[in-house]
T-cell receptor, first 114, second 109 residues
Framework: NAGVTQTPKFRVLKTGQSMTLLCAQDMNHEYMYWYRQDPGMGLRLIHYSVGEGTTAKGEVPDGYNVSRLKKQNFLLGLESAAPSQTSVYFC?????????????FGEGSRLTVL | EDQVTQSPEALRLQEGESSSLNCSYTVSGLRGLFWYRQDPGKGPEFLFTLYSAGEEKEKERLKATLTKKESFLHITAPKPEDSATYLCAVEVNFNKFYFGSGTKLNVKP
């Protein structure tokens, strides 16, 4: 049972390069999220999706774009990477059922922007 | 502004030495409060959900409690395998979650 899978796990970019992080879940969850985690700042929500074809901004959306073309996949794109985007990125999903609220996380993608 | 604050940032305990972690929150319209455990290099893993003041949940050596302004994660007689970062999160809109910065727990044998 894979749960939430993120690729790649590690990536090094130069300033100005673009890349896409892929998140895939096999639990038929409606809701998917992208968070970034920085030392001392906890997890901050970048973008989220409440269903296939929908996306919405979170707390720190600038510099990122997302797409949810298929229910099981949620892509996070960086069009022009900046050193401030060096972070660990986590994808999560939830069923969206009221009063469950449990988030299932991937193992993270560590991105370094030089 | 919605805020979640966890304390202490780091906690060192001897094996068997009980203690508590704190999560205080200032949010409008709390729907639920969640505790997660995160091991180094891994994603957070769900521990508990609390929905109303006075509620308590237990799992092995962990017990979570909730008041109107804060939650505590009590750790009774911890073991080295309890060492991890413990994250608190609040749900303020349906399925939208805000996280605290975590408490890093180190339990020495």
């Amino acid at each position: 049972n894979a749960g939430v899978t993120q690729t790649p796990k590690f990536r090094v970019l130069k300033t100005g390069q673009s890349m896409t992080l892929l998140c895939a879940q096999d639990m038929n969850h409606e809701y998917m999220y992208w968070y970034r985690q920085d030392p001392g700042m906890g997890l901050r929500l970048i973008h989220y999706s409440v269903g296939e074809g929908t996306t919405a901004k979170g707390e720190v959306p600038d510099g990122y774009n997302v797409s949810r073309l298929k229910k099981q996949n949620f892509l996070l794109g960086l069009e022009s990477a900046a050193p401030s985007q060096t972070s660990v990125y986590f994808c999560a999903s939830s069923s969206g059922t009221e009063n469950t609220g449990e988030l299932f996380f991937g193992e993270g993608s560590r991105l370094t922007v030089l | 502004e919605d805020q979640v604050t966890q304390s202490p940032e780091a906690l060192r305990l001897q094996e068997g030495e009980s203690s508590s972690l704190n999560c205080s929150y200032t949010v409008s319209g709390l729907r639920g409060l969640f505790w997660y455990r995160q091991d180094p290099g891994k994603g957070p893993e769900f521990l508990f959900t609390l929905y109303s003041a006075g509620e308590e949940k237990e799992k092995e050596r962990l017990k979570a409690t909730l008041t109107k302004k804060e939650s505590f994660l009590h750790i009774t007689a911890p073991k080295p395998e309890d060492s991890a970062t413990y994250l608190c999160a609040v749900e303020v809109n349906f399925n939208k979650f805000y996280f605290g910065s975590g408490t890093k727990l180190n339990v020495k044998p």
